[in-house]
């Protein structure tokens, strides 16, 4: 049996393309499928139309459907993903490491020295893809996530040298 690991990601079927606001209703979407609390569609908005703003959308042709998104900003030498997510149908294709090397790129561009995100400690997925892509540890946010009715849980500051 195949696992959706398995499929890999056909490069022709994929494009990373510059996010702006008329990807917005799909992008709060797909953030609201993926994060409890979820951003609304204005502070979505406002983070892509900001003059600092990187955010990148990963589109697939067959079938046609918007799989992903990084929002990030590029300021001074220093640029930051604020939020990705890949849609749970689309996981495990490589889609995330893809736009990160994308936001990557534009941020070598324009001469960032280092990326840096924040993640909860208990996101285990997503500190997997940071620590395979070579980001590190640099700080800690004690009891930053709060959710109703569970333990606070704490921010890993992570940083990528560029
Ligand atoms: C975290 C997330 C963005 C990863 O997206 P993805 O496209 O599935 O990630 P990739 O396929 O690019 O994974 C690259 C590597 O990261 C690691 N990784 C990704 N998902 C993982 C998981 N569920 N468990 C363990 N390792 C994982 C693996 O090392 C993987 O490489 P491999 O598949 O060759 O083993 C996705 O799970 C997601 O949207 N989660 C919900 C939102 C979220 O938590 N965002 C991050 C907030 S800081």
Redesign the pocket.
């Known amino acids: 049996m195949s696992s959706m690991?398995d499929a890999g990601l056909d490069p022709k079927n994929v494009s990373l393309l510059w996010a702006s606001s008329d990807r917005v209703t799909e992008i709060a979407a797909l953030h609201a499928k993926?994060?409890n609390p979820s951003w609304d569609r204005k502070s979505i908005d406002e983070l892509i139309e900001h003059p600092a703003a990187a955010a990148l959308v990963a589109q697939m042709r067959e079938p046609k459907a918007m799989a992903?998104f990084i929002i990030g900003q590029l300021a001074a030498d220093e640029a930051e993903i604020l939020?990705?997510?890949?849609a749970p149908e689309?996981?495990?294709?490589?889609?995330?490491?893809?736009m990160i090397e994308g936001l990557a790129r534009a941020a070598t561009r324009a001469e960032a020295k280092r990326i840096y995100?924040?993640?909860?400690e208990d996101?285990?997925?997503?500190i997997?893809?940071y620590e395979?892509l070579g980001f590190a540890e640099v700080g800690r946010r004690k009891d930053y996530y709060h959710m109703p009715g569970v333990q606070p849980v704490d921010a890993v500051l992570l940083a990528l040298q560029l």
């Open positions: 690991k993926l994060f992903g939020s990705i997510g890949v689309w996981q495990r294709r490589g889609l995330a490491r893809t995100l924040e993640v909860a996101n285990a997925a997503a997997a893809l395979n």
